[in-house]
Protein backbone atom coordinates (compact mmCIF):
# COMPACT_ATOMS: atom_id res chain seq x y z
CA UNK A 1 0.00 0.00 0.00
CA UNK A 2 1.42 3.37 -0.97
CA UNK A 3 1.65 6.75 0.97
CA UNK A 4 -0.63 8.21 -1.46
CA UNK A 5 -3.29 5.27 -1.22
CA UNK A 6 -3.04 6.23 2.31
CA UNK A 7 -3.53 10.41 1.79
CA UNK A 8 -6.68 9.69 -0.62
CA UNK A 9 -8.21 7.91 1.91
CA UNK A 10 -7.77 9.95 4.82
CA UNK A 11 -6.97 12.94 3.53
CA UNK A 12 -3.99 15.23 2.80
CA UNK A 13 -4.44 18.62 4.82
CA UNK A 14 -2.13 18.87 7.37
CA UNK A 15 -2.05 20.72 10.72
CA UNK A 16 0.16 22.80 11.82
CA UNK A 17 0.63 24.53 15.55
CA UNK A 18 3.45 27.02 16.40
CA UNK A 19 6.34 25.98 18.71
CA UNK A 20 4.87 28.65 21.68
CA UNK A 21 1.44 27.17 21.71
CA UNK A 22 0.39 25.69 24.80
CA UNK A 23 -0.60 21.94 25.18
CA UNK A 24 -3.79 22.80 25.87
CA UNK A 25 -4.14 24.71 22.25
CA UNK A 26 -2.95 21.51 20.95
CA UNK A 27 -5.25 19.25 22.55
CA UNK A 28 -7.82 21.69 21.57
CA UNK A 29 -7.21 21.58 17.77
CA UNK A 30 -6.37 17.81 18.06
CA UNK A 31 -10.45 17.36 18.90
CA UNK A 32 -11.86 20.02 16.68
CA UNK A 33 -10.20 18.54 13.28
CA UNK A 34 -10.27 14.76 14.92
CA UNK A 35 -6.75 14.44 14.27
CA UNK A 36 -4.13 12.53 16.47
CA UNK A 37 -1.42 14.62 15.83
CA UNK A 38 -0.36 18.15 14.53
CA UNK A 39 2.64 19.15 12.32
CA UNK A 40 4.80 21.95 14.90
CA UNK A 41 6.31 24.59 12.49
CA UNK A 42 7.85 28.16 12.86
CA UNK A 43 7.17 29.91 9.86
CA UNK A 44 8.93 27.08 7.49
CA UNK A 45 10.75 25.48 9.44
CA UNK A 46 9.18 21.84 10.95
CA UNK A 47 10.49 21.71 14.44
CA UNK A 48 8.88 18.03 15.35
CA UNK A 49 5.69 16.43 15.45
CA UNK A 50 3.21 16.65 19.20
CA UNK A 51 0.54 13.84 19.05
CA UNK A 52 -2.25 12.41 21.54
CA UNK A 53 0.58 9.98 23.05
CA UNK A 54 3.19 13.34 23.69
CA UNK A 55 0.25 15.22 25.75
CA UNK A 56 -0.36 12.20 27.93
CA UNK A 57 3.25 11.38 28.89
CA UNK A 58 3.58 15.52 29.53
CA UNK A 59 0.23 15.21 31.57
CA UNK A 60 1.72 11.85 33.41
CA UNK A 61 4.93 13.79 34.63
CA UNK A 62 3.48 17.05 34.93
CA UNK A 63 -0.25 16.87 35.97
CA UNK A 64 -2.82 19.58 35.00
CA UNK A 65 0.16 22.22 34.60
CA UNK A 66 1.44 20.34 31.50
CA UNK A 67 -1.68 21.98 29.56
CA UNK A 68 0.05 25.41 30.27
CA UNK A 69 3.53 24.12 28.47
CA UNK A 70 4.54 25.03 25.59
CA UNK A 71 4.17 22.51 22.48
CA UNK A 72 7.87 23.22 22.01
CA UNK A 73 9.14 21.48 25.87
CA UNK A 74 6.93 18.18 25.13
CA UNK A 75 7.10 17.92 20.76
CA UNK A 76 8.93 14.66 19.43
CA UNK A 77 11.77 16.23 17.34
CA UNK A 78 13.05 13.49 15.20
CA UNK A 79 10.92 12.60 12.28
CA UNK A 80 10.95 10.20 9.26
CA UNK A 81 10.04 11.52 6.43
CA UNK A 82 8.17 9.97 3.88
CA UNK A 83 7.30 10.74 0.17
CA UNK A 84 3.73 9.60 -1.67
CA UNK A 85 5.42 7.28 -3.89
CA UNK A 86 6.86 5.60 -0.77
CA UNK A 87 4.96 2.16 0.07
CA UNK A 88 3.70 1.72 3.87
CA UNK A 89 5.87 -1.18 4.44
CA UNK A 90 9.23 0.88 3.72
CA UNK A 91 8.58 3.86 6.13
CA UNK A 92 7.02 1.30 8.68
CA UNK A 93 10.58 -0.58 8.50
CA UNK A 94 12.42 2.81 8.26
CA UNK A 95 10.01 3.57 11.31
CA UNK A 96 11.12 0.64 12.94
CA UNK A 97 14.97 1.53 12.06
CA UNK A 98 14.80 5.10 14.24
CA UNK A 99 12.98 3.70 17.49
CA UNK A 100 10.05 5.25 15.80
CA UNK A 101 9.65 8.19 15.40
CA UNK A 102 6.31 9.96 13.72
CA UNK A 103 6.12 10.68 10.12
CA UNK A 104 6.13 13.58 8.18
CA UNK A 105 5.06 13.47 4.44
CA UNK A 106 7.14 15.55 1.85
CA UNK A 107 5.79 16.61 -1.30
CA UNK A 108 8.64 18.31 -3.15
CA UNK A 109 11.30 15.46 -2.69
CA UNK A 110 11.06 12.27 -4.31
CA UNK A 111 13.41 10.09 -1.92
CA UNK A 112 12.84 10.03 1.65
CA UNK A 113 14.79 11.02 4.26
CA UNK A 114 15.68 10.16 7.32
CA UNK A 115 16.30 12.82 10.67
Known amino acids: MSIQSILERKGAKVFTIEPTATVRTAAQLMQMHGIAALVVKSADVIGGLV ?10 Q ?3 RALSMAVLNVMTRSAI ?3 PDDTFETSH ?3 DQSSGAPFDCDWERPTRRHR
Not at 51 to 60: F, K, L, Q, T
Open 51 to 60: SEREIVHAIS
Open 93 to 95: DAN
Open 62 to 64: HGE
Open 81 to 83: TVT
